[in-house]
Nanobody
């Protein structure tokens, strides 16, 4: 059973930066993907970014390209990813969920395990 724990939610001003992290445990395979979805009030959950743990190749939703960066935290003994969010907009306000799946293609489709989510609010 994969366990995902997000950290770093909070309040940020428009144009500012914020960083989320997600620690994963319980995965037995070394071949998997980690990533982020988000869900704004009244909207469906949507894909934000993902990364293959083995090769570090990322995938991004078009609306965050050039603003958000996902990375592996390989210096730690735990499996962890970070989402660096820059040039934030009020539309980025949402609950951000960490997710994991054996393949990045499955993760992007929403077919993975989920964390509890963390709220990020961008003030205008």
């Amino acid at each position: 059973q994969v366990k995902l724990v997000e950290a770093g939610g909070g309040l940020v001003q428009t144009g500012g930066s914020h960083r989320l992290s997600c620690a994963a445990s319980g995965r037995s395979s070394r071949s998997f993907a980690l990533g982020w979805f988000r869900q704004a009030p009244g909207k469906e959950r949507e894909f934000v970014a993902a990364i293959n743990w083995n090769d570090g190749n990322p995938e991004y939703a078009d609306f965050v390209k050039g603003r958000f960066t996902i990375s592996r935290d390989t210096n730690q003994n735990t499996v962890s990813v970070s989402l660096q969010m820059d040039t934030m907009k009020p539309d980025d306000t949402a609950v951000y969920y960490c997710t994991s799946a054996p393949r990045i293609e499955d993760l992007i489709q929403g077919s993975g395990s989920w964390g509890q989510g963390t709220q990020v609010t961008v003030s205008s």
